[in-house]
């Protein structure tokens, strides 16, 4: 369940650091990283997300279906994210499951349980893994986040 949090942390990074660099203009460096992400510290991922398709679309209209596909699929894990870092986790009903409850509050008040094994939360992490990577090799090739 942490190793999933922690892709989706750095999932994060990576939306920040490409709406940094596309805000400014050019790469970043190490020295101006900390005034430029200011502009990012403490946004949403869909609205960070939302940006970097905007402002890629304005420079590399070509490729820009390609981008909003690629960041769709990264966003596609949220969901999951979201619910090992804000449900309720207790042990499940089998040995090898880990159980969550959340609250669902939209319509009629409900509570959701899903249960987990540690396989199905290492693939959760692979997925999320493998998606970032590819969103950030397609960024790389048009000179975004080198870091």
């Not at 970043?28 to 960070?48: F, H, K, L, N, Y």
């Not at 997300?49 to 304005?58: E, I, K, P, Q, S």
């Not at 094994?117 to 090799?137: D, F, N, P, Y």
């Amino acid at each position: 369940m942490a190793l999933v949090i922690l892709e989706w942390s750095r999932t994060e990074h990576v939306f920040e650091w490409a709406l940094a660099e596309l805000a400014y203009g050019k790469p970043i460096s190490g020295v101006e990283a900390p005034q430029i992400r200011a502009i990012v510290t403490g946004m949403d991922v869909r609205t960070c997300a939302g940006l970097v398709r905007t402002l890629f679309r304005a420079a590399w209209a070509d490729d820009s279906k390609e981008c909003d596909a690629l960041i769709e699929a990264v966003l596609s894990e949220r969901s999951f994210r979201d619910l090992l870092a804000h449900g309720h986790w207790v042990r499940g009903r089998r040995p090898d499951l880990f159980q969550t409850t959340r609250l669902k509050a939209v319509g009629k008040l409900s509570y959701v349980v899903h249960a987990f094994s540690a396989k199905q939360l290492m693939e959760a992490r692979e997925r999320l893994v493998t998606k970032r990577g590819r969103l950030l090799l397609f960024l790389q090739a048009h000179g975004i986040w080198r870091g």
